[in-house]
């Protein structure tokens, strides 16, 4: 079965300070793997998607690495403001669509 | 355009009350899936509609748990005999197609409140 960890569970930065987010997963037959950011009682907003033969996939300050291999996600973004607070959850996609999601990392950047 | 939208917002019912839950994908969208958010177990898969397929119902729960989809777009979950521990946020999603190279689009979700 797939276990999906999100570290750290929380965070809390300075506003202009970049932002690491880290995900790994134990089994690299994933399809793909997706960013996703879910607000205080609202659903959830893909960010990106990244394919499992590429490597990276970017979005404005967004940039999302994938290491199959190695079974790991980063979700960097830069210069982050307080509209960045959320909660970030990555989810890998095996070979059909079932969504295995992680736990989710809570975000707060302070003003 | 319009995104996955979801009704109701809000559902508090007394225990042993059947609810149904309702999911408008993003229209031109084949696929369409049922996923549980609640405290304890995070977020969950229940169920996936592909076109005309036979749904994979794999995820739910229990033979309280049912879901349709009409003329291959709205889907309508239903749970019967509601217990505290279904209480929980409700989330549909669709995607173009069903395959995972496909991204999914989610909507508010449901949140579930069982008394």
């Known amino acids: 079965k797939q276990e999906v960890t999100q570290i750290p569970a929380a965070l809390s930065v300075p506003e202009g300070e970049n932002l690491v987010l880290n995900c790994s997963f134990t089994?690299?037959?994933?399809?793909?793997l997706q960013w996703f950011r879910q607000d205080p009682g609202k659903g959830l907003t893909s960010l990106l998607l990244?394919?499992?033969?590429?490597r990276e996939q970017t979005s404005g300050r967004l940039n999302a690495s994938l290491d199959k291999s190695s079974g790991r996600s980063t979700l960097y973004i830069a210069a982050s403001q307080p509209g960045d607070s959320a909660t970030y959850l990555c989810?890998?996609?095996?070979?059909?669509?079932?969504?295995?999601f992680g736990a989710g990392t809570t975000v707060t950047v302070r003003a | 355009g319009a995104g996955v939208s979801q009704s109701p917002s809000n559902k508090v019912t007394e225990k042993g009350k059947d609810v149904e839950l309702r999911c408008d994908p993003i229209s031109g969208h084949t696929a369409l899936y049922w996923y549980r958010q609640s405290l304890g177990q995070g977020l969950e898969f229940l169920i996936y509609?592909?076109?005309?397929?036979?749904?994979?119902k794999s995820g739910l729960p229990s033979d309280r748990f049912s879901a349709e989809r009409t003329g291959g777009s709205v889907s309508t979950l239903t749970i019967q005999r509601t217990q505290q521990e279904d209480s929980a946020v409700y989330l549909c999603?669709?995607?173009?197609?069903?395959?995972?190279?496909?991204?999914?689009?989610f909507g508010p979700g449901t949140r579930l409140t069982v008394l």
């Open positions: 999603a669709s995607s173009l197609g069903g395959l995972g190279a496909n991204e999914q689009f």
């Open positions: 990244i394919q499992s033969s590429q």
């Open positions: 989810a890998v996609i095996p070979n059909d669509y079932k969504l295995s």
């Open positions: 089994d690299s037959a994933i399809y793909n």
């Open positions: 509609f592909q076109g005309n397929s036979a749904p994979d």
